[in-house]
């Protein structure tokens, strides 16, 4: 069974470039959560994607978007990238079923914005 | 709207010693309760969930967690503190319901363990 992966492992940009990191879910998993989690803080949920369609979303401005494809791996976009969203983006799958709330995450991708 | 607390951002204990991370939820329907791990530069390993079973919830690396509805806590513990325990531990929670689901972590608890 292949856990979750996501690239790239380290990234670095300036204010105002755009990002897109990427995720490839568990074997087997239907559905992809991205968190972000910054320096000293427990993960943000951004959003979920089920089925190719973001079904959840957190606090996070339209600028952070997503994709997910027929193979259940996943994008995040960032545009317009400010300071603050240097963080380590957390990439999650799991299996959308009764009592299976279960996600298992990626190593994540270390964003630093300059 | 569901949230936990976790008390105390550093913890140290001796190797040997008792593990005692705590966890209080906040929750308007009957939850489920995770605990994660997360080594340095590294992503979140599961180490146990609560999902209405039994309260009593055994996970990897010898850790436990017990659910009390009464006083909302779902505390982590471990009998022996091993070097290799150190670690950050993030308490989540989400509900039951089936499709959209998030987890909404605690702010961590950073395990510190000595010779």
């Known amino acids: 069974e292949t856990g979750v992966t996501q690239s790239p492992t380290h990234l670095i940009k300036t204010r105002g470039q755009q990002v897109t990191l990427r995720c490839s879910s568990q074997?087997?998993?239907?559905?992809v959560s991205w968190y972000q989690q910054a320096l000293g803080q427990g993960p943000q949920f951004i959003f979920q994607?089920?089925?190719?369609?973001?079904?959840g979303r957190g606090n996070f401005p339209p600028r952070f978007s997503g994709l997910q494809f027929p193979n259940y791996s996943s994008e995040l976009n960032v545009n317009a990238l400010e300071l603050d969203d240097s963080a380590l983006y957390l990439c999650?799958?799991?299996?959308?079923?009764?009592?299976?709330?279960?996600?298992?995450f990626g190593p994540g991708t270390r964003l630093t914005v300059l | 709207a569901q949230s936990v607390t976790q008390l105390g951002s550093h913890v140290s204990v001796s190797e040997g010693a008792l593990v005692l991370l705590r966890c209080n939820y906040s929750?308007?329907?009957?939850?489920?309760l995770f605990w994660y791990v997360q080594y340095p530069n590294q992503g979140l390993q599961l180490l146990l969930k609560?999902?209405?079973?039994?309260?009593l919830v055994k996970g990897i690396n010898g850790f436990e967690a017990e659910f009390k509805k009464s006083e909302t806590s779902f505390h982590l513990t471990k009998p022996s503190a091993h070097m290799s325990d150190a670690a950050e531990y993030f308490c989540a929670v989400s509900g039951r319901n089936t499709g959209f689901q998030k987890l909404v972590f605690g702010t961590g608890t950073r395990l510190l363990v000595s010779p």
């Open positions: 609560y999902t209405s079973a039994a309260t």
């Open positions: 994607y089920y089925r190719e369609e973001e079904n």
């Open positions: 074997s087997g998993h239907n559905t």
């Open positions: 999650a799958s799991s299996l959308a079923t009764a009592g299976r709330n279960e996600q298992f």
């Open positions: 929750s308007s329907v009957p939850p489920y």
